[in-house]
């Protein structure tokens, strides 16, 4: 990749002394054209410099920065507490021969209550087993009645396999992001001979399930004031459908109380307009053409920019551009160091921003008006999609309630991005139902800061006992 990247170098360098030669000869017009050129090339040139020398990220170092103060060399981690884990003692004896005194050849007598003390951490293999129940049956002197106790509830009805294991097998494919392939090549190396589409058959059952619970999460979000909104690509490898595999895409709503995705084999106005055609409240995005249109349609929605978005435009192009960058990233910087100040409290929040956020809006404004970047630059196009979405990047400043960013909906859509990476998406329809379904309801688990596995163990009880599935942030309420 770096020499691939160096000899793209060799070749835009080339065309800026062919370009910087032609400028030296040209008048009028042609002169003009030739600087703007020669300005997008050597923009071009110093963003490929960035990616030799080093990797891509949001992070910018600081010449302004105080050196940290040294620190002495740390020797060693140690031993971190282990709260969670159980503790099992395990006491050693001194073999027969050890008990004799070396110094008089006497017995060595116990010592109670003196022991040489020191804690390893240790596995417990998981491994499984062939429950065999056996329903006794009861019967009247009569004939007229036979009685059988009742057995396990399981999953799949008539099925072989426990719900411990369904919720085992869902945990591995949505939570750790294992695809079904490997799970079935781990249980083999423990004893259990069984496919990938017997462990889809319980991740289905346990999704029907389960599903009540996924549509009222689904009804609540839209009883929010404020929703964060964002996608990413969820392949679907189905030849049956219409839609290309490239077209489907996972979207999320996150609330603070839940996250609900949907898979739709489209990006488009349509799809957006499933999730968020009847909400009345604000929804915070990305400058996506979709969520405008939608807006258009729909007056109950009242968008919200994000200002990360806003950051990383100036980020991508801070290598050409680094005055200018530095100053208005330096400025978004403000911005974001007010609301640390003010944390949860909203009555300072909507203080500080009114008294500070203010000034450094207009601050960037006037920078707005100064800065002079050439058309079709890259420091043109990030000051272009600012200031066309001012509005809704400066609607924060009338409701404490309301954030600067989308990171919210960035954050739920990781474990899907992850999950992609594994198991490239789905393979049926109903793939992208069950994925829909477990993505909404654990990561509303990790949101509310409820263990995932508690929470499907208590849901799948509750659903089996036909009872209401209590959603996440409901447990957590109730502890």
């Excluded at 004799?100 to 109670?112: A, I, M, N, T």
């Excluded at 992001?177 to 259990?192: F, T």
């Excluded at 049926?428 to 990790?446: H, I, N, P």
């Amino acid at each position: 990749m770096a020499l691939l990247l160096v000899r793209e170098n060799e070749r835009l360098v080339a065309k800026v002394l062919e370009l910087q030669r032609r400028l030296l000869k040209a008048e009028g017009k042609d002169a003009e054209q030739l600087r703007l050129a020669l300005g997008a090339l050597e923009e071009q040139l110093a963003q490929r410099t960035a990616q030799i020398t080093q990797h891509a990220s949001e992070k910018r170092s600081s010449t302004d920065a105080p050196e940290p103060a040294s620190k002495p060399p740390q020797k060693g981690h140690g031993p971190r507490a282990q709260p969670k884990l159980e503790i099992r003692e395990v006491v050693h004896d001194l073999d027969e021969p050890d008990k004799q005194c070396p110094s008089c050849g006497g017995q060595l007598e116990r010592w109670e209550g003196h022991f040489e003390e020191s804690d390893e951490i240790d596995v417990i293999e998981r491994r499984f087993v062939i429950n065999r129940h056996k329903r006794s049956k009861y019967r009247c002197g009569c004939g007229g009645c036979i009685e059988t106790a009742e057995g396990p509830r399981r999953v799949l009805s008539g099925g072989r396999y426990s719900a411990a294991f369904a919720i085992a097998v869902v945990l591995g494919k949505y939570l750790d992001h294992l695809p079904l392939e490997r799970q079935v090549r781990q249980m083999a190396r423990q004893g259990l001979v069984v496919d990938s589409q017997v462990l889809f058959d319980q991740c289905w059952a346990l999704c029907e399930l389960l599903r009540p619970a996924y549509v009222r999460l689904g009804q609540m979000q839209k009883e929010a004031v404020l929703l964060f909104a964002d996608e990413t690509r969820w392949p679907l490898h189905d030849k049956k459908q219409s839609v290309p595999a490239s077209k489907w895409h996972i979207w999320t709503l996150v609330s603070e109380f839940g996250v609900y995705d949907e898979i739709h084999g489209g990006r488009d106005t349509k799809a957006a307009a499933s999730l968020l055609a009847d909400f009345n409240g604000y929804v915070m995005c990305d400058g996506y053409a979709a969520y405008e249109s939608l807006a258009k349609q729909y007056p109950s929605l009242r968008l919200l920019q994000c200002w990360v978005h806003v950051r990383r435009y100036f980020v991508e192009c801070e290598s050409a551009f680094p005055a200018e960058c530095k100053a208005i990233l330096d400025l978004i910087g403000e911005l974001y160091a007010i609301e640390a100040r003010a944390g949860q409290d909203l009555t300072e929040r909507r203080r500080l921003r009114q008294s500070e956020s203010r000034d450094v809006l207009a601050r960037i404004q006037q920078w707005v008006f100064e800065v002079r970047p050439l058309p079709g630059s890259a420091l043109y196009e990030a000051i272009t999609y600012m200031t066309n979405r001012w509005s809704r990047l400066t609607r924060f400043l009338d409701d404490p309630r309301l954030p600067l960013d989308n990171n919210p909906a960035e954050r739920a859509l990781r474990g899907p991005v992850v999950g992609r990476k594994n198991h490239y998406g789905s393979r049926s329809l109903r793939g992208t139902e069950v994925a829909a379904v477990f993505y909404s309801l654990l990561e509303s688990a990790k949101l509310v800061g409820v263990n995932p596995e508690v929470y499907l163990r208590r849901a799948l009880d509750a659903a089996l006992l036909g009872e209401t599935i209590p959603l996440p942030h409901e447990l957590r309420e109730s502890r």
